[in-house]
């Protein structure tokens, strides 16, 4: 079993930080793909970025994240990160962390596991 533990969202203003964790646990943590997808209220679930397992030498990213977040994974803590920068209000939504054997097609491929999630609010 996998277990993913989210944690880092807040309420902050237009363009303004955030860095979100993910705590891994159970099957070893560099052996997972590792994404973040979130879901703003009345919407469906939004691919937002992935990383792939072992380095972590892939990342994805959703055209509307692109050059405003940064992915990234720190296997010695079993821990994946989410740094969003310029944040706008509609960034504002509940943000899960994922992991899944083969996530190279994350707009398709339904993870495995999931956290319970992490609310980020952006002010206008």
């Known amino acids: 079993q996998v277990y993913l533990v989210e944690s880092g969202g807040g309420l902050v203003q237009t363009g303004a930080s955030l860095r979100l964790s993910c705590a891994h646990s159970g099957r070893p943590f560099a052996t997972y793909d590792m994404g973040w997808f979130r879901q703003a209220p009345g919407k469906g679930r939004e691919f937002v970025a992935a990383?792939?397992?072992?380095?972590?030498?892939?990342?994805y990213y959703a055209d509307a994240v692109k050059g405003r977040f940064t992915i990234s994974r720190d296997n010695a803590k079993s821990t994946l990160y989410l740094q969003l920068n310029n944040l706008k209000p509609e960034d504002t939504a509940i943000h899960y962390c994922?992991?899944?054997?083969?996530?190279?097609?994350?707009?398709?491929?339904?993870?495995?596991?999931w956290g319970q999630g992490t609310q980020v609010t952006v002010a206008s």
């Open positions: 990383v792939s397992r072992w380095r972590g030498d892939t990342t």
């Open positions: 994922a992991a899944d054997l083969d996530l190279r097609n994350p707009n398709t491929t339904d993870p495995t596991y």
